[in-house]
């Protein structure tokens, strides 16, 4: 079965970088793209934070991160990264990684979550 484990989430002060993974498993990871997604605190939905088609050659970011974030994949590891540099307060939420069925361009699957908190 289609399996995320998202890791490397944690605390850190404003201006400090984080470097979020995610391990897939249960599918063919370099049929598909990823994305990132993130659930602040009291909010009911997740906002698209970046995404990445499936052989790594194209990117999107959401405005709030451009420029701050970077989303990569290893196809060998099956495995999609976030860095995420000069994080800012606003940036605190739950963040996960999605896979992105190609017909629909709807994400399907999720994983459980890391948490990012960012202090000021």
């Known amino acids: 079965q289609v399996q995320l484990v998202e890791s490397g989430g944690g605390l850190v002060q404003a201006g400090g970088s984080l470097r979020l993974s995610c391990v897939a498993s249960?599918?063919?990871?370099?049929?598909?793209?990823m994305g990132w997604f993130r659930q602040a605190p009291g909010k009911k939905e997740r906002d698209f934070v970046a995404?990445?088609?499936?052989?790594?050659?194209?990117?999107y970011y959401a405005d709030s991160v451009k420029g701050r974030f970077t989303i990569s994949r290893d196809n060998a590891q099956n495995t999609v990264y976030l860095q995420m540099n000069n994080l800012k307060p606003e940036d605190t939420a739950v963040y996960y990684c999605?896979?992105?069925?190609?017909?629909?361009?709807?994400?399907?699957?999720w994983g459980q979550g890391t948490q990012v908190t960012v202090s000021s």
């Open positions: 249960g599918f063919t990871f370099s049929n598909y793209g």
């Open positions: 995404r990445i088609s499936s052989s790594g050659g194209s990117t």
């Open positions: 999605g896979r992105r069925n190609s017909a629909t361009a709807i994400f399907t699957y």
